[in-house]
């Protein structure tokens, strides 16, 4: 009985706790309650947004106003703008050749001479001196002939041409060019001063090349290895500076046809320790030689041949781009090689010769000028020459003549002997098969030897180039300028002496650029043509400057261009992020920012569409036309604000080149000039309070002070009849100038109605009651036009201004022009994608708010667009016109949140429900559900699903929202990098182990006696040994994080086994569907609520692209991690990612295209490119029985690891 009685007892408590739980999660939120707030909420910001801007007065004007609307042709201008780009390139392509002509003219009359550093001196880039001014300073020539000069060393110093600074953005000095040379190459070599001698006259080109060209960087890189670039400049050298100009994509696609590379890497049981490590160097040098045009890949043999990348089953069994992405996966399975078993050359060769006839077949009906085919062998060592591999897949005999016949060779074989302990036979088996085959020979034996030696072939195979003098010019992709110089200038001097110093450097913005290049030949007329590449000539072409062609005001609101080349690259697009430019990072480039596919930042909304791929292949043909696709888009860097957007792309090609360019127009936006014929009043502009966006409007005019001569600058335009002037722009600016100019008036009578004197006591008590109620507290009004005008107002006590006084305007001017050109903005784009009559808010935090948690710290915009309406085709179409922005405190919308949620209508009963409870949390979120709003100011900004997860799904569930997938190809991801631990590779980043290895260099170098000492080998081998040599490929680049990532960073600093690598995610973003609305509703899965549930109603807040969202209080369901937001598809590999079958159109190979009558042989067998060495190492050799005793000596330290 008493046992039941307690049951009985339990139950009913438990019943109880379930009713009062399930009452207060559910009774009090009513829906209707929600719906009136926002009802009235969106009434008061509308009612007083309205009267602050003065949006009613303008829109007024726009109906009463007489104007012309005239449609830009989207197809018609890209094909101008592309014609404009064109004839740009074509002069510095122009200067390119010139500066190849001269070159080979210098070389044709050079006798050689044996210089010296005593008797030849050179602008070294690495220590000269740009000097601003001359002041005290005593040169030699103006010391009498008595005299003596102590002065420094004179061929440091060059003159600054101030004139040009803001052209290259850098100190330069005309006077000459400057030369970089490699840091593994001594700079006073006899062969480098011998080639830097006969090369001094290239200033006369240089310097006749850049009255044409204001910003081009001119240069020749030779084959020894120097470059000479101008204008002259110190050189950018942070750290240890590893620039090789013979290792760039400007030098080895000029100086090479695409090239199709199969690596053979020998890892039998003998290539173990220091070898493997020579070896796996070579790969990754061999590899940082390609270009995107080139195509390759890794086989490891031994008595089994397999492909490195086997796990990605695009690259298994074919060829594969290379690409940074590419490569860097490879390089990545390269470290995981291991030695095992013994070597079968027979099957790797086969392997190899069936894998390049697979992606270029062999084609007996037309001559070849040299193969653009290779195989490149690694190994330390081979028993035989394996001839008759060579003979069935290599040798085939095509007909020149009716009575000649020429064998020639499907694939050229370069052999790398690794190691120093090599057998006479062991080296001529190896160097047959370079030699035999069209190649070259090359003995690596140290870490040195692989900077030396490796990057040669690319001379051999510009050979069939260089013998027939086959001219052609290459166009590069986007990379980084010759590597920026600091601002490294300058002097001081006093009454007694001068003093020379180093002025602190200061870092400049890195420039973007592509590259011209063309290849320079030996042309002296031999009995035998050895085929000498001299170098490459070219320019760098800042990209900035070909983007100046784009008629930016033409392209209207959300509009831009992009340019592309023939792999369907990025060359420029405004979602390109080639730098990080974090407080972490630094300025450093994106690791894969040089292969960026369109496709990747284009991305259709509809999976199944395929109108991008048509674009892109249309593009890289070459073809001019105009397609239409829904694509998904997002503001500025942040991924998670993404909006669905129709757009017109209009292309054409860049002729003579292999770029296209794509302007591209948003639907639901205008390419229209709006205008009157009407002169531009001078009483219209308040300078102090305008700002105009910096067009071009006729010959390079542009935006001026003072203000006087820029008003007489559109004057003239107006009045112009040169067809190069834009009359169309300037009487568009003339309108709006004139149509915006009482909105200043409405502002001033705004701010003085809500400004109050010090001592006007009544009014701050007015002041104060009404902030605390429910008056919005404004910062700033603007308003930004089609044509780029925008007028602003400080509601903060902004102090009367001399509007004719251009010098009192400065400072304010300053701040302002971060708006212009107005549609180029946030807040004006954020209006155009909300469409009419909505006030588009967003919330700004400043960096210092979490440190401070002041409210001030954050702003909240809100924006809102005036359309007019224009006939076109029979059919009216919606124009935007121009566009309001208020910039208000984030307190006075709180206030007026919690003031409208404080009561409700004598129908409805809120006296238990308002938003300043605990019982109750209110949000008010944007149209992708981030917050604007919040009772705990530490939300605002911040994505509603880091706050609940489980809400915003049900909101998604319900309609409200819609869940919209977008992927970031350019991500930056924390990776697991165990290889510290347990990699190959681990060992040389151990001291004690780099010792030891030091110390065995150190006795093999001096028991073998291959070379003479040198202190640039020594540096070489430590460079490599401890890991300090990378690719230009990193996988270590802190670059593209997202703004809250610093935590992440900071994880990566605390945890050595974390690193930050590029990759791919998938972006879970939202965005709104509409007005719906959310009637009472129970999210389920929520353990800390009533029942598992939590209530919730959302209601749209009319006239905004605001959501008014109310929650039970006290309880929440799932938050969203990072993780679950943003997922990442793909590690570093990017192996189903890589487009890798996507449509590309390279370069037609030289000399590949009809049939070409070869000149006359040496020898029926033999080409005469071909009788020349094919050797390129020592011929020093040791005996078998120190060979055993050194490696019994390496194999004790080795096994000691």
Request: hydrophobic fraction near 35%.
């Amino acid at each position: 009985m008493q046992w039941t009685l307690s049951v009985v007892i339990a139950t009913t408590v438990v019943y109880l706790f379930t009713i009062v739980g399930f009452t207060q999660s559910f009774l009090e939120l009513n829906p209707a309650i929600v719906e009136f707030w926002a009802t009235s909420l969106g009434q008061q910001i509308d009612r007083q947004c309205k009267n602050a801007s003065g949006i009613k007065v303008i829109e007024k004007k726009y109906k009463e106003a007489t104007y012309t609307t005239h449609y830009i042709n989207g197809k018609t201008l890209s094909v101008e703008v592309a014609k404009k780009i064109e004839s740009y390139l074509q002069v510095r392509l122009e200067a390119a050749i010139e500066i190849k002509k001269k070159a080979q003219e210098l070389f044709l009359n050079y006798s050689s001479e044996n210089h010296t550093c005593d008797d030849f001196t050179y602008y070294d880039s690495k220590d000269i001196t740009i000097y601003k001014d001359r002041g005290n300073l005593i040169f030699p020539e103006d010391l009498d002939e008595n005299s003596t000069y102590n002065g420094p060393n004179l061929e440091l110093y060059l003159p600054l041409y101030e004139e040009w600074r803001e052209h290259f953005q850098i100190p330069v000095s005309l006077n000459a060019s400057a030369i970089h040379v490699p840091t593994n190459i001594y700079k006073c070599a006899p062969f480098l001063l011998d080639n830097i001698s006969w090369t001094g006259k290239l200033d006369e080109v240089f310097s006749k090349n850049q009255g044409n060209m204001k910003s081009a960087w001119q240069f020749f890189a030779s084959s020894a290895g120097f470059l000479r670039f101008y204008p002259a400049s110190a050189w950018y050298n942070e750290g240890m500076d590893m620039f090789d100009a013979r290792l760039t994509e400007w030098y080895t696609s000029a100086a090479a046809p695409p090239k199709n590379i199969i690596i053979l890497l020998d890892n039998s049981g003998s290539m173990t320790g220091l070898r493997m490590e020579i070896a796996k160097t070579t790969v990754k040098k061999i590899m940082e030689s390609l270009n995107e045009n080139d195509f390759f890949n890794l086989i490891t043999f031994n008595n089994d041949s397999r492909f490195v990348d086997c796990d990605c089953q695009h690259s298994n069994g074919s060829l594969i781009q290379a690409t940074s992405k590419n490569i860097r996966r490879v390089t990545k399975s390269l470290m995981e090689v291991q030695s095992i078993q013994i070597a079968n050359f027979t099957k790797a060769f086969q392997l190899a010769f069936d894998v390049l006839q697979k992606h270029s077949p062999i084609n007996r009906s037309r001559i070849n000028l040299g193969s653009n085919n290779a195989i490149m062998l690694i190994t330390d060592g081979a028993s035989e020459t394996y001839v008759e591999v060579f003979d069935s897949y290599n040798w085939y005999n095509v007909t020149v003549d009716k009575d000649q016949t020429a064998q020639l060779r499907y694939a050229r074989i370069f052999s790398y002997l690794i190691g120093q302990e090599v057998t006479l036979a062991n080296k001529n088996h190896v160097k047959w098969m370079g030699c035999a085959n069209k190649g070259y020979f090359y003995h690596i034996g140290t870490m040195a030897d692989v900077h030396d030696y490796v990057q040669d072939y690319v001379r051999v195979m510009a050979r069939p180039l260089a013998v027939h003098n086959i001219s052609h010019n290459s166009w590069s992709g986007v990379h980084l300028n010759i590597p920026l110089p600091k601002e490294n200038f300058g002097f001081n001097t006093n009454s007694r002496t001068t003093e020379w110093i180093r002025l602190p450097s200061t870092a400049t913005k890195p420039v973007l650029s592509i590259s011209v290049s063309t290849p320079v030949y030996d042309q002296r007329d031999d009995e035998i043509n050895n085929g000498n590449l001299l170098g490459v000539a070219g320019v760098h072409i800042n990209l900035d400057e070909i983007l100046a062609f784009i008629p930016r005001s033409k392209l209207g609101a959300l509009g831009y261009a992009f340019i592309i080349n023939n792999n369907g690259f990025v060359l420029s697009h405004p979602d390109l992020k080639p730098w990080n430019f974090s407080s972490f990072g630094g300025n450093t480039p994106m690791n894969d920012y040089k292969n960026v596919d369109i496709l990747f930042l284009e991305q259709e909304y509809n999976s199944s569409d395929e109108q991008l791929p048509q674009l892109r292949r249309a593009m890289i043909n070459g073809e001019t036309g105009h397609v239409q696709a829904t694509v998904k888009k997002f503001y500025g860097q942040q991924l998670h604000r993404v909006y669905i957007q129709t757009q017109n792309y209009y292309y054409a090609p860049i002729l003579n080149t292999p770029y296209s360019i794509a302007l591209v127009i948003a639907e639901h936006t205008n390419n229209h000039y709006i205008y009157q014929t009407k002169s531009l009043d001078p009483q219209s502009f308040l300078w102090c309070s305008m700002v105009i966006a910096d067009w071009d409007y006729c010959n390079n005019q542009r935006k001026t002070t003072p203000f006087f001569k820029f008003v007489d600058i559109i004057n003239n335009v107006l009045k112009s009849s040169d067809p190069l002037c834009n009359k169309n722009l300037a009487a568009s600016v003339a309108f709006d100038v004139n149509i915006t100019r009482g909105v200043h008036a409405i502002w001033n009578d705004y701010n003085k109605e809500i400004s109050c004197s010090p001592n006007n006591q009544t009014c701050r008590i007015r002041r104060l009651i009404a902030n605390s109620q429910k008056n919005l507290d404004f910062n700033m009004a603007m308003v930004g036009t089609r044509a780029g005008v925008t007028r602003f107002q400080d509601f903060n006590g902004q102090a009367e201004l001399d509007q004719s006084n251009d010098e009192s305007c400065l400072s304010l001017q300053k701040l302002i022009d971060l708006f212009t050109p107005s549609i180029d903005t946030e807040y004006y784009k954020k209006a155009a994608v909300n469409r009419k009559n909505v006030w588009a808010f967003s919330s700004t935090i400043h960096p210092d708010f979490e440190d401070t948690l002041n409210t001030s710290y954050i702003s909240v915009a809100a924006s809102r667009g005036i359309y007019i309406q224009e006939h076109h085709r029979n059919s009216k179409k919606d124009i935007l016109a121009s566009v309001f922005t208020l910039h208000m405190k984030y307190d006075s919308l709180f206030r007026m949140l919690n003031a409208t949620t404080s009561f409700c209508s004598a129908s409805l009963d809120c006296s238990s429900i308002y938003c300043h409870n605990d019982s109750v949390d209110c949000y008010l979120l944007d149209e992708n559900g981030f917050v604007v709003v919040a009772d705990d100011p530490l939300l605002v900004g911040k994505f509603f699903g880091y706050i609940d997860y489980q809400v915003l799904l049900d909101m998604r569930k319900k309609g409200m929202f819609k869940e919209v997938p977008i992927t970031d190809y350019q991500a930056v991801c924390i990776a697991c990098d165990m290889s510290s631990e347990n990699s190959s590779a681990s060992s040389i980043l151990n001291p004690f182990i780099y010792m030891v290895k030091l110390l065995m260099w150190h006795i093999t170098q001096i028991t073998l006696s291959l070379t003479q000492f040198s202190l640039v080998n020594l540096w070489h081998y430590i460079y490599y040994a401890t890991g300090l040599m990378t690719s230009s490929v990193s996988d270590l680049t802190y670059a593209g994080l997202y703004p809250n990532d610093t935590l992440l960073y900071q994880q990566v600093l605390s945890q050595k086994f974390l690193t930050l690598s590029p990759c791919q995610q998938s972006i879970k973003s939202f965005i709104s569907l509409g007005s719906r609305n959310i009637t009472n509703n129970h999210v389920s899965n929520c353990s800390e609520c009533s029942y598992s549930k939590r209530s919730y109603v959302a209601n749209r807040v009319p006239n905004t692209n605001l959501y008014l969202m109310v929650l039970e209080g006290e309880c929440s369901c799932k938050i969203l991690s990072q993780n679950d937001c943003m997922e990442e598809n793909e590690s570093s590999n990017g192996c189903s990612s890589d487009f890798m079958g996507v449509y590309r159109k390279p370069p037609a190979p030289h000399g590949s295209t009809g049939s070409i009558k070869l000149p006359k042989y040496k020898t029926k067998k033999q080409p005469i490119e071909e009788v020349q060495t094919c050797n390129g190492s020592a011929s020093l050799y040791i005996s078998t029985m120190l060979i055993i005793a050194i490696q019994v000596f390496i194999h004790e330290i080795y096994s000691c690891r």
